[in-house]
C-alpha cells in the first residue's frame, strides 16, 4: 500500500478522533501566539480530511489551503466550509501529499495531524511540505490525542493477527520522533511542546470494539476479512472473560502535543 485514504472511513472519522475541546482550543491558542496570522497569515495543511484542523484555524484568522486524496473527506469538508460561511478563508483540492501542486515558498506555515503514518514515501511528503513552505517559515507536527482508541485493544488486535500469520505493516513513518529527526536533518530547529493538554478519557468497551469492527482505525484496514473477523470474536471473548461484560469503560489518558519546526 503506497498511502492510505481514509475514504472508507468516512462516516465514523470525526467521531472516532474526539479530543478534549478546552485543551484543543489552548493548544490553537498557543500557536496564535507563536505563529500570529499577521505574519503567518497562509497556512497548507496536507491530509485536511474533513476540516477538523482547518476551520477552527480559519476561525483564528488564517488563510488555510488544505489537500487530501479522499474524495468522500473533501466532500464533507466543502458541506462544512459552505455552513461555517468560511469559504473567502479555506481551499483545498485533492492532491497527493508527494507532489503537491504548489510553487516554492507558497505558505508562510505549514500544519500536519497525523499524516505522516500513513503515506508509505513519507520523507517525500515532508520534502514537498518543507518545499511549498517559504524560507523563514514554519512547520507544525500536531497530535490530538488518541480519540475513541484503546491502546491496549490496539496491541492486542495486531497480535492476534500476527499470531494467524498476518503481521501488520507500518505504511509510513513509525514515530513522530522520525518524522521530527527527518526535518531537522533537512535544517530544521525542533521544539516539542508536551504535557501541556492532557485529559483522561473515559471509553467504553463495545464502543471501542465495534469502531475496531467497523474499520474505523487505520491499522484495522490492513487484515483481510477473514483475520480481521477471527481477531474481533476473539477480542470480544477476551474482554468479556476479563472484565464480565462490554459495558465496562477503561481510563485512558491522553494529551494533545505539537512540534514546533522553524526553518533555519
Known sequence: MRSLSFDGMVELYDETRVFDKGC?????????????????HNVFEPGAGTGRIAIPLAQRGYHVTGVDIA???LAILQRRVAQSRLTAKISFQQADATDLPFPDGTFDMGIAVHLFYFIHDWKR??????????????VVLMHTGGGTEVPFLNDRYKSLCAERGHPLQEIGAKSTRDVVDYFEHLGCRAEWIRDRWTWTARIALQKA?????????????????????????????????QFGNLAAEVEVPNQIYLVLLRRQ
Open 24 to 40: 484543543f482550543d489552548s493548544a490553537l491558542d498557543f500557536l496564535v501566539t507563536q505563529f500570529p496570522p499577521t505574519h503567518f
Open 71 to 73: 474524495e468522500g473527506m
Open 125 to 138: 511528503a515532508a520534502d514537498e511540505m518543507l518545499r511549498v513552505v517559504r524560507n523563514r517559515g514554519a
Open 209 to 241: 470494539l465495534d469502531y475496531m469492527k467497523a474499520r474505523a482505525y487505520s491499522f484495522t484496514t490492513l487484515a483481510s476479512d477473514e483475520v480481521h473477523s477471527l481477531a474481533i470474536r476473539r477480542l470480544e471473548f477476551e474482554l468479556k472473560q
